[in-house]
């Protein structure tokens, strides 16, 4: 098989969108792997193709977080010495999750386990290239390129947030086995994409596979990170010396909404209502941010100062947390409620905004790590009943897909690699890589490294 390395401009021409070849394969498996952070991510995962049916599975899909080391958040040398540790052993473990080879299947498709078991050999390796930290990134391109290198497959370098962006459609691939000729997988693009994580918040409008155009980003601290510093201040120190790692946001909307019933919550109906926040009966309160204009953008920063203030407001020594419990808990819902306003806010915004440029969407994606948030799925969903957006569908993929996972890495590299694209061994991980394709790097395929099959 001949391959041709080009750049993104060169590709496009070589192969004008109505007359890109189709690439579809009868059965396609991956092995995958995602390293960005401090999620160390192996996942096996198969499409397969009988006559006029389309099955996919995901038949592993597992993750080792780094753990709590109490000192307030991820230590990156720490972080990359837990990929170090664990990714190795965690594809050594995947191999058996690789289905059965077929009677009479040729030997070079075959993998022979040191079990004595035969198991079917990867069509491809999809792996993490960017964006993430550079050196945690490495170690799991470096492990997939040994793979595809002894192997002889190709490889497939993903952007982190495409397959965040992508896995509502994994969801659905999964959902319905069975699909009939003509039938496609959904959400169809285009649609709005809301990245909400860790690392990131950004409004994306996904127009197809590799074109997006980041409508809203976050000025300074991405919404996860935000609320994991709120988390840090609020939640009682018995509490945070017994989390398992520093996921802090999750806990805390543990926290404050454990046992509250969403349906009490006042979603502001309009503008007004976001902008005339009432006093909590503790004398204070957390604006929306941005709350007095109509920029599309996020900021975040806001709060956890705001929430500084009241906590060290309480006592002399900033460090001790002597809010009584219930103005602790306030704190926590009035924290989360601000930065989830913002959001709903910021999507009314976006949505009014394309619409008057005459594209009319329907469906809004939620993907990320925040996305995982029972209170933020009940939140979105009201705010856009209220805001007379009502007829977009909320899509939000499964729990346990919604944090860094490496299935959606195969499932990205599946649509790549069904839409013809694959890397060259030479490729690189990318710290900063972005998703629009109006960007100065280009977007998805503006970056070195990808080859055309």
């Not at 230590?75 to 009479?104: F, I, N």
């Not at 999809?126 to 945690?136: D, I």
């Not at 419990?325 to 306003?341: C, H, N, P, Q, S």
Request: charged share 25%; hydrophobic share 35%.
């Amino acid at each position: 098989m001949l391959y041709t390395c080009v750049r993104v401009k060169q590709c496009t021409a070589l192969w004008p969108r109505s007359t890109r070849p189709s690439r579809l394969r009868r059965n396609l498996l991956t092995l995958a792997i995602e390293s960005s952070c401090d999620d160390t991510c192996v996942a096996i995962l198969a499409k397969e193709r009988e006559n006029e049916r389309t099955v996919t599975n995901i038949h592993l899909n597992e993750r080792v977080t780094h753990k709590n080391t109490g000192k307030g958040g991820i230590v990156p040398t720490e972080a990359l010495t837990s990929h170090q540790e664990h990714l190795s052993r965690l594809v050594d473990k995947s191999l058996a999750s690789l289905p059965p080879v077929a009677v009479g299947t040729h030997d070079s498709k075959v993998l022979h386990l040191q079990n004595g078991e035969c198991r079917r050999k990867p069509d491809f390796v999809s792996v993490t290239r960017g964006p993430g930290m550079q050196a945690n990134l490495g170690v799991g391109v470096n492990t997939a390129k040994g793979l595809a290198t002894a192997w002889q497959i190709p490889i497939v370098g993903v952007h982190h947030m495409q397959g965040h962006a992508l896995t509502s459609r994994l969801a659905d691939a999964i959902k319905h086995e069975v699909r009939e000729r003509g039938d496609s997988i959904k959400p169809a693009f285009p649609f709005l994409t809301l990245l909400v994580s860790g690392g990131h918040t950004m409004l994306v409008y996904s127009k197809g596979l590799v074109e997006h155009k980041i409508i809203a980003t976050t000025r300074d601290n991405a919404i996860g990170d935000e609320l994991d510093k709120c988390g840090r201040m609020i939640l009682p120190k018995h509490v945070l010396d017994s989390l398992p790692d520093t996921g802090y946001a999750k806990y805390l909307s543990e926290y404050a909404f454990g046992k509250y019933d969403y349906e009490d919550w006042q979603v502001p109906r309009s503008r007004s209502e976001e902008i005339d926040k009432p006093l909590t009966k503790f004398g204070w309160k957390i604006p929306t941010p941005m709350v007095r204009n109509r920029e599309l953008a996020f900021t975040f920063g806001g709060i956890s100062s705001t929430v500084r203030k009241i906590v060290s407001s309480q006592s002399e020594d900033q460090q001790e947390r002597s809010l009584c419990e219930e103005e602790r808990v306030m704190l926590a819902r009035m924290a989360i409620g601000a930065a989830f306003d913002s959001l709903g806010s910021r999507i009314i915004i976006a949505l009014e905004m394309l619409r008057d440029r005459g594209v009319e969407l329907s469906t809004l994606v939620v993907s990320g790590g925040v996305a995982a948030n029972d209170f933020l799925r009940f939140h979105l969903r009201r705010t856009l009943d209220r805001r007379n957006m009502g007829h977009v569908v909320l899509n939000f993929p499964p729990v346990e897909l919604c944090t860094d996972n490496a299935a959606m890495i195969g499932w990205a590299g599946i649509e790549m690699f069904e839409a013809g694209y694959q890397s060259d061994l030479a490729f690189q991980p990318r710290r900063t890589w972005s998703m629009d394709s109006e960007a100065e790097d280009g977007g998805i395929l503006g970056i070195g490294g990808w080859m055309r099959r």
